[in-house]
Nanobody, 127 residues
Framework: QVQLVESGGGLVQAGGSLRLSCAASGRTFTFSNADMGWFRQVPGKEREFVAAIKGAGSSTSYADSVKGRFTISRDNAKNTVYLQMSSLKPEDTAVYYC??????????????????WGQGTQVTVSS
């Protein structure tokens, strides 16, 4: 069993920054071995891939819509993955979720590749 808890969401003006955190835990869960991802969702739309990072942190991937503005990172000593968001736009408003990737077979952007999800944290960007 894996527990993921996001934090750091809030209200920010366009052009501002936020850093989201996702703390992971689980008795048999080795965080450093886990590829992790961030997704976001707005009401009435499908969950959308944002970014992903490999277990060792050496490889990352991003959605085109956030490339150059968002940075995913991790601290394996703290069992935490981060999403640094800069130059935020109103269209970034969503609930942001972190997730553990269950298999390298699927692409990072596919939500079916992930088996454990956090409860989400709301990010609202005002214009």
């Amino acid at each position: 069993q894996v527990q993921l808890v996001e934090s750091g969401g809030g209200l920010v003006q366009a052009g501002g920054s936020l850093r989201l955190s996702c703390a992971a835990s689980g008795r048999t869960f080795t965080f450093s071995n886990a590829d992790m991802g961030w997704f976001r969702q707005v009401p009435g739309k499908e969950r959308e891939f944002v970014a992903a990072i490999k277990g060792a942190g050496s490889s990352t991937s991003y959605a085109d819509s956030v490339k150059g503005r968002f940075t995913i990172s991790r601290d394996n000593a703290k069992n935490t993955v981060y999403l640094q968001m800069s130059s935020l736009k109103p269209e970034d408003t969503a609930v942001y979720y972190c997730a553990r990737k269950k298999s390298p077979v699927f692409g990072d952007h596919l939500h079916i590749a992930y088996d454990y999800w956090g409860q989400g944290t709301q990010v609202t960007v005002s214009s």
